[in-house]
């Protein structure tokens, strides 16, 4: 049964289906003309985005995209979804998504529970296998431009949550990039989809 937008509140707990509370509601996502709910922005926890065990900075840290298909059930106390944290933590990131705002139709409706805004999507493609290594250079996938290079793989358990790169290119300081960053690897470098535009969100070391 589809999910009643209205009963979603900014700040609920949200949850995985191994039950892992991955985050807080942020805002949702509906068709700008039927009100259909779409999407729903999540706030991570920082067991989720990988600050658990790394306080330095990140690239774009907090808010995911999670499709309204993926949500089991909805109240005012908590959400739950379809997705484990591992497929959490694979989510596409807030700036994947250029917002345009809401029309006053959308902000009434919004009053009701979390804000509802319409967007453009840039869908990502599919990522394939990564061999991750410490020390090999970290670039953008488009322009081919070095970031820095790995120098800290981040696990949870078994898993690459994430890696921090170390500067010798565009950046200023040690900076934890997620795992759902990262694009592909070769021989010669990590390539991360990310562009220079998103470096401006970089929040200083510890304030992450």
């Known amino acids: 049964m589809p ?9 609920t707990p949200v ?16 068709n700008s003309t039927t009100m259909e709910l ?16 790394y306080q330095g900075a990140s690239i774009l840290i907090h808010d995911i995209i999670v499709p309204a298909d993926k949500v089991h059930d909805a109240s005012e106390k908590r959400i ?7 497929e959490v933590r694979h989510l596409p990131p807030y700036l ?21 805004w319409t967007y453009s999507e840039h ?18 996938k488009h322009s081919g431009k070095v970031l820095g290079h790995v120098h800290e793989l981040v696990y949870d358990n078994d898993e690459l949550v ?27 470098a990590l390539f991360a989809h990310i562009t220079e535009e998103d470096l401006k969100h970089l929040a200083p070391p510890g304030l992450s």
């Open 96 to 116: 994947s998504y250029q917002y345009v705002g809401a029309t006053p139709g959308q902000m009434i409706a919004g009053l009701a529970g979390a804000p509802v």
């Open 123 to 140: 869908a990502q493609e599919p990522r394939g296998e990564l061999e991750v290594r410490q020390d090999e250079n970290v670039m953008f």
């Open 162 to 188: 994430a890696v921090v790169v170390r500067p010798h290119g565009l950046l200023a300081h040690d900076v934890l990039l997620q795992a759902r960053f990262l694009d592909r690897s070769d021989d010669a």
């Open 15 to 30: 949850y995985s289906s191994d039950h892992t509370q991955i985050g807080s509601l942020e805002r949702i996502l509906a």
């Open 3 to 11: 999910v009643d937008h209205s009963t979603l509140l900014p700040g």
């Open 80 to 86: 739950d979804l379809d997705l484990t944290l591992s």
């Open 38 to 53: 779409r999407q729903i922005v999540v706030r991570e926890s920082p067991h989720t985005s990988g600050h658990h065990w």
